[in-house]
């Protein structure tokens, strides 16, 4: 038995086996990376024009550099959010510049979005005591130790004005309510009051030296503690018009109620104290704390009080009795700020452990929402905008971070009176049903998460929820062994089918006609919701055995069904027998989903879960990654994403291609009993058992690059941070950056045992004429089922940047008014494909781009434009920019010990 001191050689010596296995791995990748580094054309300067094979072998080689920099620039951005968030912000837009980027791109994408709400970075002079916001959340304020104020442009960052305060510097400060005017205390016993708009000073001698400082919020009144206790003083006689003591140590901080009518202090003595501006004693004593109270937030309504100590505590109290409603162990460290949010269902808390952390105040206690990373130093203050959906902090090396607190991949949470079983979105995707476990049918609008109205369904549990194609009637099924058809407007019942058996699941046909039910009786039967006859049953019904999921693919023509044992039967339309067979799967088929091609099929079991061929019902991937086996897990519209959800309490996203967790939507202490994709895949609804329904965010990889280059600062890497990360390219000697792609060249790269692939354009039979394209700007038009064809004479090693811009995107491909999701295809002078571009991920309306594309021959290239499956049609720009290639060659630096070592890991973890 080991014990502490005792000599162990086991764990060296796996240590050092796990070392030597890493070190063959380094190698292997080392290597890798010097053969693609040796096969980018713009970097092997070549007297005689290579072959086509070459040319291929080349583009092929530029390809896999092209994901493998992309995948690493993602896994880096990952592990730099916490400590540098911008810089990973920038890393993960250049990782999805190239076209069809690796899963590891969307993830660090989805990360940074969401987890991550740093929007920019502003360096104040000097240690930061106070910052805010001015009333209208235009200007941000700064106070710092040597006594500036300093006044910036949210939007922009620029400093507006800098006012200059006393000289042997500030303790304290604080602002009016309106913004208007900053207080600057001393500890020489002087406040400065800064007008901002007319730029003017005033000093008030109160001979105490100032600790902290606050003014009333209708500007009445100006409160500030010494070590003997508080004063407050009138700001239109500015006479002091009262003084209280109580406290037995040095007060931290001082506040007043939203009303003015009310003052609280907190101390050193572990104590907070509230106080009426009109009386000598204090209204009430707050005692709770076991360390130094450090700082306090009141709401607006002035019931609720937030405390935090010098353990990183935090306490919210009732305002009213004076109890403590919740302890939260909010950080590890002091606690330097704290703010409510102007409606108060929000908190933010910072410490000296560089965090800020966002809170939602529900009325049991606090819900951490996100941990807001970036600073580098302790925290001493945080505020909100007046709208709420802004914050900003300080630290004291003088960052003040301005952050986005209102994005959220959960963008609604519905509360429901019966506990959800089920649930299904309308076609329009304003309005969703769900089936409850009390029998109950609820409708929903989902926009303002307002129950509608509910009706009593069933005699049972419901157990599956659908609306028809057209959103005029809904399908309902139930334990109690009945399906029922409702008006989807009144509610009124249409239809009832008297299945016979208890069902477990329904699945209703594309078209809305026939309704496939699974019983735990063993039937699975297929009806007419139009008459409720009985259209076929599947196999003979079994007392021993009970069939619990279905699923019916979207042509019509197959029919999964599941048993509580592990079986699994694929029947044909056309046949009285399986196709096949699968026995032995990981415990009780829970849920089942065809892909929408059906070539492949979600099963979410007991232990597992799995994606299926249809074929023959081969395993073609168990994905990894959850906590405990899903109840349920869907297809997206588009077939690219997977949902599934269950007792773990995280609904995951997965990437179906390739099996890897795109994104974990979490949900403290709740299961996921149903979920569905909207019909344009762009949100998903839950129901759990917490009796929520809850709203997640499903943005595309493009969507995601847009969020993030919009609204955040993405800062390039700067030289010491390309030597350190190794960020390509690298900088010269004279400290400049090269004009070099990051990637080697943007070919996209087939995606493997993709189940649902997106289908490609076609040539047309009868081209449109074709056009000569040259750099710059190129219009033209293509006509619905047509394209456009261009020539572009390119000359080897040349690096092309290419954009196609729709000059009236469309929506869908339904929509016949303007061009969708444009697609270029490019040829090489012999007729061989070189690329295919779309957007920066399929199933999203953005135009195409192409970063750094290094031609591989010179000649006549030809260049086709066409819309997704050549379905619309419109006007466009072809942009093209071009850089000439110099054939010198550029020696390669000999990296030192540490880089390879920082190269080697990164490439072994994307490996």
Not at 473 to 483: P, Q
Not at 685 to 692: A, I, Y
């Amino acid at each position: 038995m080991y014990r502490e001191g005792s000599p162990n050689r086991i764990p060296l010596l796996v240590l050092l086996f796990a070392l030597c296995f890493v070190a063959l791995v380094l190698l292997r990748e080392s290597g890798v990376l010097n053969a693609l580094a040796q096969a980018n054309p713009a970097n092997t300067p070549t007297a005689a024009q290579p072959t086509e094979d070459t040319a291929a072998a080349l583009a092929e080689a530029n390809a896999r550099a092209a994901r493998y920099a992309s995948m690493a620039h993602a896994l880096l951005a990952e592990r730099l959010a916490a400590d540098n968030p911008f810089l990973a912000y920038t890393l993960a837009v250049d990782a999805a510049r190239i076209n069809n980027p690796p899963p590891q791109v969307h993830a660090a994408l989805f990360t940074l979005t969401y987890n991550y709400r740093a929007l920019r970075r502003i360096a104040a002079p000097n240690n930061v005591l106070n910052a805010a916001y001015n009333a209208d959340g235009s200007q941000m304020m700064a106070v710092t130790v040597d006594g500036r104020v300093i006044v910036w442009d949210s939007a922009s960052g620029e400093v507006v004005r800098t006012l200059r305060g006393p000289r042997n510097g500030a303790s304290s400060a604080a602002f009016s309510a309106d913004g208007a005017r900053v207080y600057v205390g001393t500890w020489e016993g002087l406040i400065y009051v800064f007008d901002l708009v007319s730029g003017r000073t005033r000093r008030i001698a109160v001979n105490r030296p100032v600790e902290s400082l606050a003014v009333s919020p209708d500007s009445n009144y100006l409160l500030f503690s010494y070590y003997e206790g508080l004063s407050l003083i009138d700001l239109n006689t500015f006479e002091t018009v009262r003084q209280w003591t109580g406290h037995t140590s040095s007060v931290t901080d001082v506040l007043f109620s939203s009303d003015s009518r009310q003052a609280l202090s907190a101390s050193y003595d572990g104590t907070l104290v509230l106080w009426d501006i009109n009386q000598d004693m204090p209204l009430r004593i707050f005692i709770g704390h076991e360390e130094v109270v450090t700082v306090a937030a009141l709401n607006s309504d002035g019931t609720r009080l937030l405390s935090g100590d010098a353990s990183g505590t935090v306490l919210l109290w009732d305002i009213g009795s004076g109890q403590v409603i919740a302890r939260v162990k909010a950080h590890n460290q002091y606690v330097g700020a704290l703010a409510f949010s102007p409606d108060g269902q929000q908190a933010l808390t910072g410490s000296d452990e560089r965090t800020v952390r966002l809170w939602q105040v529900t009325a049991q206690g606090l819900r951490l929402q996100a941990t807001l990373a970036g600073h580098d130093s302790a925290i001493n203050s945080a505020a909100f905008s007046a709208d709420g959906r802004r914050a900003l902090s300080s630290d004291v090396n003088g960052g003040v971070l301005l952050w986005d607190v209102a994005r959220t991949d959960n963008p609604g949470v519905f509360a429901s009176l019966y506990m959800p079983s089920s649930v299904a979105y309308a076609p329009d995707g304003r309005l969703a049903v769900t089936g409850s476990w009390e029998n109950m049918l609820t409708l929903w609008d989902v926009r303002s998460g307002a129950a509608l109205t509910s009706w009593m369904g069933h005699s049972g549990q419901i157990t599956s929820v659908a609306f028809t194609p057209d959103g005029t009637s809904i399908v309902s099924a139930s334990f109690d062994g009945t399906a029922a058809v409702w008006d989807a407007q009144t509610q009124q019942e249409r239809l009832r089918i008297n299945v016979g058996g208890a069902i477990a699941r329904a699945v209703l046909s594309s078209d809305g006609a026939r309704l496939l039910t699974g019983t735990l009786s063993g039937e699975v039967q297929l009806w007419d919701i139009a008459s409720g006859e009985l259209v076929r049953a599947f196999g003979e019904p079994s007392e021993f055995l009970a069939i619990s999921s279905v699923a019916l693919s979207r042509d019509g023509q197959y029919v999964l069904s599941g048993s509580n044992d592990g079986r699994l039967w694929l029947w044909d339309m056309a046949a009285d027998n399986p196709l096949w067979e699968v026995s032995g799967l990981p415990g009780a088929l829970k849920h089942l989903d065809f892909a929408p091609d059906g070539r492949s099929a979600l099963v979410a079991a007991d232990r597992g879960l799995l994606l299926l061929n249809r074929e023959d019902g081969a395993v073609l991937r168990q994905f990894e990654g959850y906590r405990s086996a899903p109840e349920v897990a869907i297809f997206s519209p588009d077939g690219h994403y997977a949902l599934s959800g269950g007792l773990d309490f995280d609904t995951i996203l997965w990437d179906v291609a390739t099996g890897n967790i795109l994104h974990r939507f979490r949900s403290e202490y709740s299961a996921t009993y149903g979920l569905d994709f909207s019909p344009d895949g762009r949100r998903a609804l839950s129901v759990r058992d917490d009796l929520t329904l809850r709203v997640w965010e499903i943005p595309s990889l493009a969507e995601l690059v847009n969020i993030l280059t919009t609204e955040r600062v993405l800062p390039l890497p700067t030289c010491a941070q390309r030597i350190q990360y190794l960020i390509e390219p690298l900088c010269d000697e004279n400290g400049s950056v090269p004009a070099a792609a990051a990637f080697p060249t943007l070919t996209p790269t087939p995606v493997v045992s993709t189940p649902t692939p997106r289908p490609t354009s076609t040539p047309s039979a009868t081209p449109a004429s074709t056009q000569r394209a040259t750099v710059g700007e190129n219009r033209g038009e293509i006509a619905i089922g047509g394209g456009d064809v261009w020539t572009y004479e390119g000359s080897y090693g040349e690096t092309l940047r290419i954009q196609v811009i729709a000059e009236n995107p469309a929506n869908t491909a339904e929509d016949r008014t303007g061009l969708f999701d444009p697609l270029l295809i490019i040829y090489l002078p012999s007729g061989r494909l070189l690329l295919e571009a779309d957007d920066i991920q399929g199933g999203v309306l953005t135009d195409v781009r192409v970063e750094a594309l290094a031609l591989p021959v010179s000649g006549s290239y030809r260049f086709e434009v066409r819309s997704w499956d050549n379905q619309t049609g419109g006007a466009y720009t072809l942009v093209i920019e071009s850089t000439p290639f110099v054939p010198t060659p550029t020696p390669t630096p000999t990296p030192t010990p540490e880089a390879m070592g920082r190269r080697d890991i990164l490439g072994a973890r994307s490996g």
